[in-house]
C-alpha cells in the first residue's frame, strides 16, 4: 500500500521560509514522478512544483520559480519543497503526490514532457493528506 506523508506546515510571516517533506513508501520501483500542489479556499488546486525520482528532471509553476525548490533524499524516500520569500498568496494546503507510471529507459525530454502534463492536469495516482500552510502580512 502507498503511502505519502506531508509534514512541515505551518505559520511564517511575509518574506520567511519553510520546508516541505513527504515520506514516501510502498513503492517497488525507485523511479517515480513526484509532484507538489497546493490549494486555497475557493481557488483550484494548482501543481506548483514536481521532479522525477529516476533522474533530475523538475517542473515549476511560474508562480513559484525562483522561490521554491523541490529536492529529494534517496536514502529517506522524501521529497522536499523549500519554499523561501513567502507571500500572503502562498496560503494554502498543499499536497504531495506520486507516480510509478512506466518510464524505465525514457529519455529525459519524454520525461519532462510527461511531468509537466502530469502536474498541470493533476494527473497522480497517490496523494498525501495535506499540510496547511499560512503566510501573515
Known amino acids: 500500500q502507498v503511502q505519502l506523508v506531508e509534514s512541515g506546515g505551518g505559520s511564517v510571516q511575509v518574506g520567511g521560509s519553510l520546508r516541505l517533506s513527504c515520506s514516501v513508501s510502498g513503492y517497488t520501483d525507485s523511479n517515480y514522478y513526484m509532484g507538489w500542489f497546493r490549494q486555497a479556499p475557493g481557488k483550484e488546486r494548482e501543481g506548483i512544483a514536481g521532479?522525477?525520482?529516476?533522474?533530475?528532471?523538475?517542473y515549476y509553476a511560474d508562480s513559484v520559480k525562483g522561490r521554491f525548490t523541490v529536492s529529494q533524499d534517496n536514502t529517506k524516500n522524501t521529497v522536499y519543497l523549500q519554499m523561501n520569500n513567502l507571500k500572503p498568496e502562498d496560503t494554502a494546503t498543499y499536497y504531495c503526490a506520486a507516480d510509478d507510471r512506466y518510464s524505465l529507459g525514457y529519455a529525459a525530454q519524454y520525461i519532462a514532457v510527461e511531468l509537466e502534463a502530469m502536474m498541470k492536469k493533476g494527473d497522480f495516482a497517490d496523494w498525501g493528506q495535506g499540510t496547511q500552510v499560512i503566510v501573515e502580512s
Open positions: 521532479l522525477y525520482r529516476g533522474g533530475t528532471t523538475t
